[in-house]
């Protein structure tokens, strides 16, 4: 009952939110399952590997890379510049693997009429006070990029009717419980069985 | 979040296929869940217990249910009825208790107009051949009565496509997640979530 082509997951969060990590522990803990990497012209933050969590690519790289036509989708945020290589999309799902993209809401419109079967997971803070003292606990942000990012949030969160489902990122054992059940039961989806073998049963 | 409303989940599958075990498993395991309890007119099985598995009327009992307008769904089943009381159900659904239906594809269909959110889940067999071995094992049943099941699970097999998720239970523990799955990804749909809460923060 191999499935043909790979399921593509869009997660999307305001920052703060928990996304990046829920992203990374759910793709350890499921089989046939993967992470798109993104590009980005931003520079690493501390622990961050070239490779691993982004492509880290030149902004001259990145404006050639759209004007080939590289991205299967590509956004700007905080005046850096996200993309997602559709090249490495298409293998991945012809290849049957399921691929989780951590992407924000701008690239999410991108991908919805590009992959109609894709499934969008929007996940919440408790509270905009909550996303907030996890951006301060962060440490890494200025003041006035906190206040950037709390502005941003209330931008994206605008966007979530957009969103099959919602995971309020309260608890992130339950948060991540939530994710990994939307992938598990997505890929029990009846559009997905095999009908044939269905069919020769009766 | 309280959600104002219980969702229902319609689980069905050729008896054999190890749904009635399945959803007294998730019953035990999930929060704010039920399994609804189906009037039967059959005798009960050695270990079932009335109240519990079924609630065991007499022909005639059932009968006056259905002339009353008493049952949410009724099928005949192997010439025994078998029922859901419609008010003890919408009376769950009201206090906001998930339900789960165990019952079979005629019942499955009378309820599909009535409660259009409800969330149809069919537990398949791995092969006929499995399911005829799982049936014999059981040893309560007389070789006749096998061969009617066998029938019978034919016919249900056929109404595959109007479930909203397959489960194949080649693995009881693998069924039993992905059914806890489709449970958990189902509460986090969008289409439940307080909008007011997230209008308020935007």
């Known amino acids: 009952m191999k499935r043909k082509q790979g399921l593509l997951f869009v997660v999307s969060a305001p920052s703060g939110a928990g996304k990046t990590s829920l992203c990374r522990a759910i793709t350890d803990s499921l089989e046939n399952f993967t992470h798109s990497i993104s590009y980005a012209t931003r520079k690493p933050r501390p622990g961050e590997i ?24 590509w956004a700007e945020v905080h005046s850096n510049l996200y993309g997602t290589s559709r090249r490495v999309l298409d293998d991945m799902v012809e290849k049957g693997i399921d691929v989780i993209l951590d992407i924000d809401t701008q690239g999410a419109k991108q991908i919805k009429p590009k992959y109609e079967t894709a499934v969008f ?16 606990n962060r440490k890494s942000d200025h003041e006035k990029e906190i206040l950037k990012r709390m502005g941003r949030a209330r ?28 992938i598990i039961a997505e890929r029990c989806r009846m559009r997905l069985v095999n009908s044939a073998w269905i069919e020769g049963m009766i």
């Open 155 to 182: 931008e994206e969160i605008k966007d979530y009717p957009m969103y099959d489902y919602v995971i309020v990122n309260r608890d992130f054992d339950r948060a991540l419980t939530e994710l990994r059940s939307i």
């Open 50 to 73: 070239d490779g691993r969590d982004y492509y880290f690519v030149s902004q001259q790289r990145f404006q050639d890379m759209i004007s080939a036509g590289d991205f299967a989708e």
């Open 121 to 136: 997971v929007f996940i919440m803070p408790p509270s905009l006070e909550i996303l907030e003292e996890r951006l301060r």
